[in-house]
């Protein structure tokens, strides 16, 4: 029996796959950190991730072992004002995976909350599963951004959080759809995940004037939302600049710890900027966008491993290079 404060734990064989963003292999052994974020000491990494269950609590009574389930990697308080207003993934005391001082989940078996433990349907794999954690960032920031049958997106970034997010945006029924990169790859697979059409933009902040205008010309109507699943100064630039006035920029990327962006001609123009963090509240939704066929996130899986030392480096090695790379897994 495992207990804290908080109730029962759940003891899992982490037997399910565990995914890794190229974004965070790069922020581990190369920034060592994420915005404020720092990595100072050696730890496990790892926060997406299905499992079967080897033993619960006494109290628990909505699961049993063998089953199989995705988790929810963060652990909040629920006393201070954040979690009892609903609002946990504010949670100053967040205990989150694979975040600094942390452990992850990137090992064979864990320890976890009963209640952040969500039960697979027969039809979805553990593979989708694991990647409920990074689709709920994308349904987050449609929540934050009240995404619907009206609204026309415009998505900054097509790596993997700009991919869910298109899925997302999609699924909460977008009418129209357009994604933005510097790679013709990932274009590539947006396109092929339903963007009704892809912008190719360069890296250079000065384009950014006429790429605001080739971006609307595209878009063909007005962009009422953008995301920016990047977080540069040049996406974000291009995301206040092309969004219509009275329209929303959600900030989903962290690319940039600080930027220097036209604030001031976005807010003589009534554009919002909407901060998105992590999620709440969103497994059941995933869960059942998947199980209904709503969203297929097995496209994005593109690269699989064990966990012997070799394929471990040899996955961080794919996962570095980029390339053809989207969501590279772990089967433990």
């Known amino acids: 029996m495992f207990t804290t404060s908080r109730g029962y734990f759940l003891?899992?064989?982490?037997?399910?796959?565990?995914?890794?963003?190229?974004?965070?292999?790069?922020?581990?052994?190369?920034?060592?950190?994420?915005a404020h974020f720092i990595v100072k000491e050696p730890m496990v990494i790892?926060?997406?991730?299905?499992?079967?269950?080897?033993?619960?609590?006494?109290?628990?009574?909505?699961?049993?072992?063998?089953d199989r389930v995705a988790l929810e990697p963060g652990i909040s308080c629920w006393r201070c004002g954040h979690c009892k207003q609903g609002r946990y993934n504010l949670c100053d005391e967040m205990k989150f995976f694979a975040t600094p001082p942390v452990h992850g989940s990137l090992a064979n078996q864990i320890v976890h909350?009963?209640?952040?433990?969500?039960?697979?349907p027969d039809n979805v794999s553990l593979e989708e599963g694991a990647m409920c954690e990074p689709l709920s960032v994308g349904i987050h920031a449609c929540r934050r951004a009240n995404i619907g049958p009206e609204t026309n997106v415009l998505i900054m970034g097509a790596g993997p959080i700009g991919l869910v997010t298109l899925l997302a945006a999609r699924a909460f029924g977008a009418p129209k759809t357009v994604i933005v990169d510097v790679d013709d790859y990932r274009l590539s697979v947006a396109k092929s995940l339903g963007a009704d059409d892809i912008v190719k933009v360069s890296t250079n902040i000065q384009d950014v004037a006429e790429e605001v205008e080739?971006?609307?010309?595209?878009?063909g109507a007005s962009i009422n939302v953008t995301f920016d699943c990047a977080g540069f100064d040049k996406t974000m630039s291009t995301a206040l600049g092309a969004t219509q006035p009275g329209g929303k920029v959600c900030l989903v990327g962290m690319g940039h710890s600080e930027m220097t962006v036209p604030l001031?001609?976005?807010?003589?123009?009534?554009?919002?900027v909407i901060g998105v963090f992590r999620y709440m509240n969103t497994w059941p939704l995933c869960l059942e966008f998947l199980r209904s066929g709503k969203i297929d996130v097995k496209p994005l899986i593109t690269h699989r491993f064990g966990f012997s030392q070799k394929e471990v480096e040899e996955a961080f090695e794919t996962s570095a290079r980029g390339g053809t790379a989207i969501k590279v897994m772990f089967n433990l």
């Open 214 to 219: 080739l971006i609307q010309k595209v878009m």
């Open 11 to 34: 003891h899992l064989s982490m037997f399910s796959p565990v995914k890794i963003f190229k974004f965070v292999v790069s922020f581990t052994f190369q920034t060592l950190r994420c």
């Open 46 to 66: 790892g926060h997406e991730c299905a499992g079967i269950i080897e033993e619960v609590g006494s109290e628990v009574n909505n699961l049993v072992p063998g």
């Open 264 to 272: 001031t001609p976005a807010a003589a123009r009534e554009v919002d």
């Open 113 to 120: 909350p009963a209640d952040l433990c969500f039960k697979l």
